[in-house]
């Protein structure tokens, strides 16, 4: 029997969004995964200039938002071990959860841009491989990451940023069908992103 093919999908969700759903979605898909695990990272040290919503907002709104699709499922280990995330981390920890699995990171193209600047980068390669997806605003490119570690793949374009869903919510603007229904009104509920980032 062959190896189990699991998604990985690494991302602040604050909040999740329909970009990040159909990315997920389409990679599903096109690699024939059994299962896409989106996983909240904890404190996101690319981020420290900005206060990110507490962990535990951000992992219930990727289950609302991803509880209807039989293929998704949220992991809680970024957001339960302590400190800033690593990816290197949460591979690691993912391959002890699915020992025998073949991992798939997925990254949008503004993410892929950064892997070089990551902890580790070259270690990453080795526990996964990776797939870059199309986002509205970036080039997709896999220059100088290592030859045959990364696959490139076109998505429906999404033009959707969790800073523009925080930032229409601080101005009283909609973000109906931006994000699942149930997001929206988990937001409204805990009175998050009301104040300009
Ligand atoms: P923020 O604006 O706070 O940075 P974001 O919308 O970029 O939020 P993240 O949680 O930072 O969302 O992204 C998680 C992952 O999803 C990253 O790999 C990112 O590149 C990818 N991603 C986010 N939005 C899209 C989109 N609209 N299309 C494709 N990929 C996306
Ligand atoms: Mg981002």
Same mark, same amino acid.
């Not at 206060?51 to 699709?69: G, H, K, P, Q």
């Not at 699915?98 to 950064?114: H, K, V």
């Given at each position: 029997? %062959?190896?189990?093919?699991?998604?990985?999908?690494?991302?602040?969700?604050?909040?999740?969004?329909?970009?990040?759903?159909?990315?997920?979605?389409?990679?599903?898909?096109?690699?024939?995964?059994?299962?896409?695990?989106?996983?909240?990272?904890?404190?996101?040290?690319?981020?420290?200039?900005?206060?990110?919503?507490?962990?535990?907002?951000?992992?219930?709104?990727?289950?609302?938002?991803?509880?209807?699709?039989?293929?998704?499922?949220? %992991?809680?280990?970024?957001?339960?071990r302590?400190?800033?995330?690593?990816t290197?981390?949460?591979?690691t920890?993912?391959?002890?959860?699915?020992?025998?699995?073949?991992?798939?990171?997925?990254?949008?193209?503004?993410?892929?841009?950064?892997?070089l600047?990551?902890?580790?980068?070259?270690?990453?390669?080795?526990l996964?491989?990776?797939?870059?997806?199309?986002?509205?605003?970036?080039e997709?490119?896999?220059?100088?990451?290592?030859?045959?570690?990364?696959?490139?793949?076109?998505?429906?374009?999404?033009?959707?940023?969790?800073?523009?869903?925080?930032?229409?919510?601080?101005?009283?603007?909609?973000?109906?069908?931006?994000?699942?229904?149930g997001?929206?009104?988990?937001?409204?509920?805990?009175?998050?992103?009301?104040?300009?980032?």
């Amino acid at each position: 029997m %062959s190896n189990r093919r699991i998604g990985v999908m690494g991302g602040t969700f604050d909040p999740v969004h329909h970009g990040h759903l159909v990315a997920a979605s389409e990679v599903q898909a096109r690699f024939d995964l059994d299962e896409v695990v989106f996983v909240p990272t904890g404190q996101p040290w690319q981020k420290s200039e900005r206060a990110v919503s507490a962990a535990e907002d951000r992992y219930l709104m990727t289950v609302i938002a991803t509880a209807s699709n039989p293929r998704f499922s949220v %992991s809680r280990v970024d957001i339960d071990r302590p400190g800033p995330t690593y990816t290197v981390d949460t591979l690691t920890d993912l391959k002890v959860k699915y020992p025998d699995a073949d991992l798939f990171f997925i990254t949008g193209a503004d993410a892929l841009e950064q892997i070089l600047s990551w902890r580790r980068a070259d270690d990453v390669f080795g526990l996964a491989h990776f797939i870059g997806v199309t986002r509205p605003g970036y080039e997709l490119v896999d220059t100088h990451l290592p030859p045959g570690a990364v696959s490139l793949v076109e998505v429906p374009a999404m033009a959707i940023s969790s800073t523009a869903v925080r930032a229409r919510t601080a101005s009283g603007l909609p973000v109906w069908y931006l994000v699942p229904d149930g997001v929206v009104q988990y937001i409204s509920k805990r009175r998050l992103y009301s104040m300009p980032d």
